[in-house]
């Protein structure tokens, strides 16, 4: 069993600057689809208040993970099998042993998943502009914060893991998540606005979502899926997605130019 250390780290060795700074890395790549999730929660709120849901959001999701840290044996209990079904996906195992983790897992990949198909279609509806303004204000503050903390706890899962297999200083933990959820802080706002600039990006983020959301529900049920590959796949698609808003700008243009001329003989 691994003994973790409540106390102050030596950062006088190098070894924990390059512990601290690569934990802090991986904190912040396994905080993408949070601040993806976040971004489209808040963007459902009036102007003047989506600022204030992103930073008690990720300030109430940084108590809770410095929380869970604290009690590390007691998450890492949380593996234990708890429910047994008589039947696998694995056509190597006999049965399908659940925990409380894997429960958590599977409840916050269905959220997502049935969250994002919702607002997805929610979105290919056609309202006028009334029906829009009236719907986004009347969407609550305190209901934002709460599912931002809701799905941040699920996601707070893989970050504790993956500061688990990292290091043992949980205070070093502490602080890497600190420092990674202050960094959201400064760049969700940013993610907001580029996303609220370009319809076909949230479409890509609430895409991006349903997909975590089954990765989530296969690994609720012991079915590994590479976050690698999945990070991967998002990158690819947002690079494919950049040259197309290029060229779609391009495209404007030149047709506007190409009519000007076009017209100008015809109408004589």
């Known amino acids: 069993m691994n003994i973790f250390l409540v106390a102050m780290p030596n950062f006088a060795e190098p070894g924990v600057w390059i512990s601290l700074l690569t934990l802090t890395f991986l904190e912040i790549v396994l ?13 459902k709120l009036p102007q003047n208040k989506q600022r204030t849901a992103r930073n008690i959001g990720l300030l109430l999701a940084m108590i809770f993970r410095s929380l869970l840290l604290l009690g590390i044996n007691w998450i890492i209990g949380l593996k234990e099998p ?9 056509p190597q195992d006999a049965e399908l042993a659940l925990s409380w983790k894997d429960f958590i897992l599977l409840f916050g990949g269905i959220f997502l998943i049935v969250k994002s198909t919702l607002e997805i279609h929610h979105k290919l ?8 303004s009236k719907q986004k204000i009347a969407s609550s ?29 949980v205070v070093l933990m502490i602080i890497a998540v600190i420092i990674s959820i202050l960094i959201m ?14 319809p076909t990006l949230q479409m890509l983020a609430l895409s991006f979502l349903v997909v975590i959301g089954v990765v989530l529900v296969a690994e609720g049920i012991h ?36 009519s ?3 017209k100008m003989p015809d109408s004589d």
């Open 31 to 43: 905080g993408v689809d949070n601040i993806i999730f976040i971004s489209l929660v808040s963007n």
């Open 82 to 90: 708890i429910f047994t079904l008589p039947f696998s996906f694995n």
């Open 125 to 132: 509806q056609v309202n006028d502009q009334e029906n829009t």
């Open 141 to 169: 503050l305190v209901g934002a914060i709460i599912q931002i903390i809701l799905v941040d706890a699920v996601f707070s899962f893989d970050s504790i893991l993956t500061a688990v297999g990292l290091i043992d200083n």
């Open 185 to 198: 802080m400064l760049f969700a706002g940013v993610v907001t606005r580029i996303i609220n600039k370009q």
């Open 223 to 258: 079915e590994h899926v590479s976050k690698g590959i999945i990070y991967s796949c998002l990158a690819f698609s947002l690079a494919v997605e950049a040259l197309n808003i290029k060229l779609r700008k391009k495209h404007k243009n030149v047709v506007l130019n190409d």
């Open 260 to 262: 000007d001329w076009v």
